[in-house]
């Protein structure tokens, strides 16, 4: 099994959608949780991270559940600038950040 | 937020040669760093983990003879592909931990995109 599972997708939304990722991890102890952003051939880009009240960065809303072992991202009103490749990533021992493979979202007019 | 530099930004290179990728935490010190590869559509992979003064520890899989990493200081730590062959071009990646920060999230280079031909 893989440390950070995630389904690849792609999801194909119209604009104004609200969207949906999960992500699964293996490590019960892992400590910290991250959702990125990354563009076709670019570095991937901190989006926000994830806490274990849950928070919200305008359409961007994240959530943990550690019983569960998942991380979620949730986008409202998706835009065609949200088209990307969302990848969430956990640290692990040793401080080590462990991605998903990512999520492919594309937003269509 | 905490930026680090890496270079080159792309690189062609011959097959059987050697290349040489810098990265660089510009205004943190960065005790760990990680080395990471993306082959296209695909996921980055973690490679190896850089520790300054110390052996950097490879994930399973990867040849440490192949690439070698040096993390001579707090602040850099370089990656050398060596005898560079055509299934080695790829997208390296590498990111950083503030030393005085590390929880929180790793800062990114902007990556090298290595063809070997």
């Known amino acids: 099994r893989k440390e950070v599972e995630q389904d690849p997708g792609p999801f194909n939304v119209p604009e104004g959608a609200t969207v949906a990722f999960n992500c699964t991890y293996s490590n019960s102890a892992s400590q910290s949780f991250f959702w990125y952003r990354q563009d076709c051939r670019k570095e991937p880009k901190l989006l926000m991270s994830?806490?274990?009240s849950g928070n919200e960065d305008g359409r961007f809303t994240a959530q943990l559940n550690r019983a569960s072992q998942y991380i979620s991202l949730l986008i409202r009103d998706s835009k065609l600038s949200d088209s990307a490749t969302y990848l969430c990533a956990v640290n692990s021992g040793g401080f080590k950040t462990i991605f998903g493979a990512g999520t492919r979202l594309f937003v269509k007019a | 937020g905490a930026v680090v530099s890496q270079h080159p930004s792309w690189v062609i290179c011959k097959s059987g040669t050697s290349v040489k990728i810098e990265c660089r935490s510009l205004?943190?010190?960065?005790?760990?760093m990680f080395w990471y590869r993306q082959f296209p559509k695909q996921s980055l992979m973690l490679m190896a983990t850089s520790n300054e003064g110390s052996k950097a520890t490879y994930e399973q899989g990867v040849e440490k003879d192949k690439f070698l990493i040096n993390h001579a200081s707090l602040t850099l730590s370089t990656l050398t592909v060596t005898s560079a062959h055509p299934e080695d071009s790829s997208f390296y990646i590498c990111?950083?931990?503030?030393?005085?920060?590390?929880?929180?999230?790793?800062?990114f280079g902007q990556g090298t995109r290595l063809t070997v031909v």
């Open positions: 205004d943190f010190q960065a005790t760990t």
């Open positions: 990111s950083a931990l503030d030393r005085d920060r590390m929880n929180t999230e790793a800062f």
């Open positions: 994830v806490y274990s």
